[in-house]
């Protein structure tokens, strides 16, 4: 699987989100997308799933695999941070 039919959610309007989830279903032919988020986005990434499952592409696609983990680093003052992220695969029926 590459990071091509990958989704990236951040400070962008969500239905950006949503359609580019839809497109690489329905334009790019893609068997597979994962939607991943990190820290304050993760629940904009469970947000733009459902909508894409439920509502533009209702019955087409199933959330095949959910993964979380959180990541540590150093943030600019030099102090140690977690944050965690989320990757939610689906897949089209």
Same mark, same amino acid.
């Given at each position: ?7 990236? %959610?951040?400070?962008?309007? &969500? ?18 997308? %994962?939607?991943?988020? @990190?820290?304050? &986005? %993760? ?9 894409? @499952? ?27 941070? @977690?944050?965690?992220? %989320? ?7």
């Amino acid at each position: 699987m590459s990071d091509d039919n990958s989704v990236f %959610i951040g400070n962008k309007p &969500f239905m950006n989100y949503v359609t580019s989830v839809v497109m690489q279903f329905t334009s790019k032919g893609a068997s597979e997308v %994962i939607v991943k988020a @990190r820290g304050k &986005f %993760i629940s904009r990434a469970v947000d733009v799933v459902e909508v894409s @499952r439920k509502r533009f592409m209702e019955n087409s696609i199933d959330v095949k695999d959910i993964q979380i983990n959180s990541e540590q680093f150093e943030n600019k003052e030099g102090k140690q941070v @977690r944050v965690s992220n %989320i990757e939610i695969t689906l897949i089209k029926k």
